[in-house]
């Protein structure tokens, strides 16, 4: 009999994914463990893996078809059967010229603009073309067309005319319009669609209201400077993200609201402190935000949490986070400082009750033991649910991350 391979339920919240590329084609030999497609879920960009050995037989979904959970979408046939050729037919992928690689996006963008994606070389991975490649093309196109207007030999004679003078701002340009200057439509992708519908409806539910504190950053700055010379042989960064998350984590100890959830008529207080880190996605990836998650974040040292964090976000932006790589946070970090942003306020990733906006560590003039010197330091907004957490605590807890955070000291025992 076949086996029959369905759409998984990747994630506690996933309907339905897409299917961004199959990695085998029919007539392929797989085993227990092997990669078989590439699927994009509410949360991330998932690896589906075969659970049984056999040999391909169907593959049902095209590349970039969204089908609900439990759809069948593939069939492996064991060793001694041949290959399925009967009811129900697959439905075949849309292929490019040649067999390459294409992304739904980029395939609709060549089509568009009339580009021969056997002309396009992949900067995807395994050479994938994406949007960025279809555009990148088109612009250099545009360029070379205008750079020939502009170059044409104006003819000898003199040419008089008694018509008006076109007036400069009317003047036609003399090339088309780069495509990020012309009007288009994208679909959103499965991921866009779910974090969108997620962040309004976090909006909407969850009665948000925000606090900020400054941190003076120059004691933890040179403990990471002092740590990262002695840790170098042993290839391991720490960053400064590594610090907060491991501050946040210790501060709930003291702050069990922060590890906690609103229940409707109860309040759930969590025993794992698992910290939740966003990262952000490439493009052909399918861009936004995933939150990878560090468990126990309060029994981890500060080598462990560099590890971990360094190993969900490599993977996150290469392959896609498993299932128990992105569940059960209890509170989350979102750190724009490293793309040198002041400060922001960001939006409470559901069922937790804050999130955590880190800021960069900026050098300015400061005021130390009553004197003006220069120094670094850190804005951070917690966003927190009003239904659990009150001001009070909010200006508790960040009393208590401020403690930690300026004496890192306490931050290796």
């Known amino acids: 009999m076949p086996i029959e391979i369905t759409m998984p339920r990747l994630s506690d919240t996933m309907e339905v994914g897409t299917i961004l590329h199959w990695h085998v084609k029919v007539g392929d030999k797989v085993s227990s463990g092997d990669l078989l497609a590439d699927i994009e879920t509410d949360k991330a960009t998932m690896e589906l893996q075969s659970f049984d050995d056999g040999k391909v037989a169907q593959l049902l979904v095209p590349e970039g078809n969204q089908v609900d959970v439990g759809t069948l979408i593939a069939t492996l046939s064991e ?24 992304s739904p996006v980029a395939r609709r963008l060549a089509e568009e603009y009339g580009v021969d994606l056997n002309s396009v070389q992949g900067s995807g ?58 009007d288009r439509t994208e679909p959103l992708s499965n991921m866009r669609q779910i974090i969108a519908s997620r962040l309004v409806e976090s909006k909407q539910t969850i009665p948000h209201y925000q ?133 922001f306020t960001a939006i409470i990733n559901p069922p937790n009750s804050a999130i955590l906006a880190v800021g960069a560590a900026i050098e300015k003039p400061v005021v130390r033991g009553g004197e003006l010197a220069v120094g670094h330091e850190l804005s951070a907004t917690l966003s927190l649910d009003h239904r659990v957490i009150d001001g009070a605590m909010a200006a508790l807890y960040l009393k208590t991350l401020k403690e930690l955070i300026e004496n890192p000291a306490s931050l290796l025992v």
């Open 211 to 343: 606090v900020t504190m400054t941190f003076d950053m120059d004691p933890l700055l040179e403990m990471r400077k002092t740590l990262n010379e002695q840790l170098t042989k042993s290839g391991v960064k720490l960053s400064v993200n590594d610090f907060i998350v491991r501050c946040c984590a210790l501060a709930m100890a003291t702050n069990p609201e922060f590890n906690s959830s609103f229940g409707g008529d109860c309040i759930h207080y969590h025993g794992p402190v698992n910290i939740g880190i966003a990262i952000a996605l490439p493009e052909d990836r399918g861009g936004g935000l995933v939150v990878g998650t560090i468990r126990n974040a309060d029994q981890k040292s500060l080598r462990t949490i560099s590890q971990e964090s360094s190993y969900l976000s490599k993977k996150a932006r290469e392959v896609g986070l498993a299932p128990e790589e992105i569940g059960d946070t209890t509170f989350t970090i979102s750190n724009l400082g490293m793309f040198g942003v002041d400060n």
């Open 79 to 102: 060793e001694e059967e041949s290959i399925i050729e009967e009811s129900p037919k697959p439905i075949m992928p849309k292929v490019s010229e040649g067999g390459q690689r294409v």
């Open 125 to 182: 991975p395994s050479g994938r073309i994406i949007k960025r490649d279809i555009l990148q093309l088109v612009d250099t196109v545009s360029e070379i067309a205008a750079a020939a207007q502009t170059t044409k030999v104006a003819p000898k004679e003199v040419i008089t005319s008694t018509a008006p003078v076109t007036p400069l701002h009317a003047v036609q340009p003399l090339a088309p319009t780069s495509p990020w200057q012309q």
